[in-house]
C-alpha cells in the first residue's frame, strides 16, 4: 500500500473518531433542543436548575431562563440564574433605566472549586411596583483586572406587566 493511501485512510479514521466523540459528547451530556437551543441537563449538579435554558451568554458570562424570559409583574422577584468564568470570582448585575439611573446593583462570588472553570451564580432582585415609560434592563458583567471597566456584559430587557 502506499504511503499517500496510508495517510488518507488514518485521516479518515481519525474524522470518524472525532465525530463520535463530538456525537458521544452533544448526546450524552447536554441535548439539542428543537429550536436549536442548548438546553442544560445536569448545570454543576443543581437540579434546581434543570430545565432552564440558555439564553444569552458572553465569551464568560451565561444567563439561564425558564420560558418567557423577560416579562416580569410589577413587584415581583426576578431570579437571575448563571455561570460564569471571569478573573476574581466575582460577577456583578444591574437593574437600571435604559437612561443610566441605576434602581439597584448586586454583586455575587462565584460557587466554583477551580480557577479557571465556570461557577455558578444567582441574583435576586425586587421589581419596581409600577410600571414606568422608561425601559428597564438588567446587565450582569464582571470588572476588569486592568482598569475596572465593565467586561463580558450580558444585558436583557425586562418588561413589567400587571
Known amino acids: 500500500m502506499s504511503p499517500r493511501i496510508s495517510i488518507i485512510i488514518l485521516v479518515v479514521v481519525g474524522l470518524a473518531a472525532l465525530s463520535f466523540l463530538v456525537y458521544f459528547y452533544f448526546n450524552f451530556t447536554n441535548q439539542m433542543d428543537l429550536s436549536g437551543q442548548l438546553m442544560v441537563n445536569n448545570w454543576n ?17 451565561r444567563l439561564f431562563f425558564p420560558e418567557p ?44 472549586q477551580e480557577i479557571d472553570q465556570f461557577g455558578n451564580f444567582s441574583f435576586n432582585f425586587k421589581l419596581p411596583t409600577e410600571i414606568s415609560q422608561q425601559e428597564i434592563r438588567l446587565t450582569v458583567f464582571n470588572l476588569s483586572a486592568d482598569n475596572g471597566s465593565q467586561e463580558n456584559e450580558v444585558y436583557f430587557p425586562v418588561k413589567l406587566i400587571e
Open 45 to 61: 449538579g443543581l437540579p434546581k436548575y434543570e430545565g432552564y435554558k440558555i439564553k444569552l451568554e458572553s465569551a464568560n458570562i
Open 69 to 112: 424570559p423577560f416579562e416580569f409583574k410589577v413587584g415581583s422577584t426576578l431570579e437571575v440564574v448563571g455561570e460564569a468564568r471571569v478573573f476574581g470570582g466575582q460577577v456583578e448585575s444591574e437593574l437600571a433605566y435604559v437612561g443610566g439611573e441605576i434602581i439597584e446593583r448586586q454583586s455575587a462570588i462565584l460557587q466554583t
